[in-house]
Structure formats: C-alpha cells, structure tokens
C-alpha cells in the first residue's frame, strides 16, 4: 500500500515563474492538505481540498491554488514565484468525515528553491 | 500564522535518558497532535489526544494535556539515537474534510551515544 507520494522531490525556479507541484494520497484517502514549512519553522496550512472543492484556506495569497481531480490527488499551484516561497511543501492526505481521529499521513515534501 | 510554541527549542540528552517537550497554544482546541519530523522531510504522526482527555500513551511515549493551562507535553522514556528529530505540536481543528492542523515551531532532539 502506497502512502502519500509527491512530486517533483526538488525544484529550482526563478522569480516570476510558475511552478505546480503534485501529490496522491494514501489509498482510500479522500483528503488532501497542503502545507508550507519554510526553514527552521513549523508547517503552515495552506488549504484543504475534500470532495474536489477547497474546504479550508489558511492565511495565504492569491497566488496560491488548488486542485483535487475525481481521483482524489492534487495539485498546488503558485504562480508569480517570490524568493520567500522558497520552501518544502508538504502534502498530507487523510479520510474525510470530520472525525478528529482521521490523522494526516505526510509525503515526504517537494523542496522548492525560487532564484 | 502559528499558533503553539514549543519549549525547549532544542534539547540534547543522553540515549536512555529521557526526553521532555512542552507545546503552549493560545486558542480553544478539538484535539492536540504530536508529529515526529526527520531532516526536514515528512512529518510522521506520533500521537493524538482529545480535549477531554488528561494523558495518553503508545509505547514509549506518554502525552498529558492540561486545557485550563493551554499545553501539552510529549515525555519520551528510555530515549534511543534513532529518537533524534524535531517534534512538533499541531492544534487540530475539525473542517469538513477532517483535522486542519496549526504546528509549533518545534523542538529538535539530538540522542547521543
């Protein structure tokens, strides 16, 4: 049984540009979350898609969106790159039905580098 | 922003020792998790504990939670060099869709030999 993968492992953009970054949940996850961990701090929630709409957003511009397809994976998408995106985004999926003891299981994290 | 702060912010022990780790948070809480993070990749889920719960266990890890107090402790016993990570706190909010977690800034753990 897969757990959560996310691709790419690393990425290197420059500033202006876009970049989409992809994940799959575990199996029988219908819940995508995506967070920002910048260096040395905590991850920040971004947003959580759940039956293909975004259900919860955290304190993060425009720039940032979403997208979860019939087959419950996702994207992220950050469009005019700023240095300060750069940073290890994570993916976590979960089963929805908000019961609090449906925990996140983590991908290991696309590290994004913006030059 | 993130809302839970976690003390010490490094701690280096001895392997056996055991390890403490205490987490505040400033808002009302669903449920309080503990994540385990390696070399900053992903997070593993450590434990979770319910609002009206007092402590809990699972192995060698003992989690209490004091709401009137706003914190949470992580006590790890008989601590390993394979203990060695950062640990983070995350405050759970229930959305539709399940937990929305608010992470501390992490405590990092260093287990020598």
Not at chain 1, 66 to 78: R, T
Not at chain 1, 83 to 104: E, P, R, V
Request: net charge positive; with cysteine.
């Amino acid at each position: 049984d897969a757990g959560v993968t996310q691709s790419p492992t690393h990425l290197i953009k420059t500033r202006g540009q876009q970049v989409t970054l992809r994940c799959s949940p575990k199996s029988g996850h219908d819940t995508v979350s995506w967070y920002q961990q910048a260096l040395g701090q905590g991850p920040q929630f971004i947003f959580q898609y759940y039956e293909e709409e975004e259900r919860q957003r955290g304190n993060f511009p425009d720039r940032f969106s979403g997208h979860q397809f019939p087959n419950y994976s996702s994207e992220l998408n950050v469009n005019a790159l700023l240095l300060g995106d750069s940073a290890l985004y994570l993916c976590a999926s979960s089963f929805g039905g908000g019961l609090a003891k449906n925990i996140q299981y983590f991908g290991a994290g696309t590290r994004l580098s913006v030059l | 922003s993130q809302q839970g702060e976690e003390d010490p912010q490094a701690l280096s022990i001895q392997e056996g020792e055991n390890a403490t780790m205490n987490c505040s948070y400033k808002t009302s809480i669903n449920n309080l998790q503990w994540y385990r993070q390696n070399s900053g990749r992903g997070l593993v889920h450590l434990i979770l504990i319910r609002s009206n719960e007092r402590e809990k266990h699972s192995g060698r890890l003992r989690v209490t939670l004091d709401t009137s107090k706003k914190s949470s402790s992580l006590l790890i016993t008989a601590s390993r060099a394979a203990d060695t990570a950062s640990y983070f706190c995350a405050r759970g909010e229930l959305t539709g869709g399940g937990n929305k977690l608010t992470f501390g800034t992490g405590t990092q753990l260093k287990v020598e030999l």
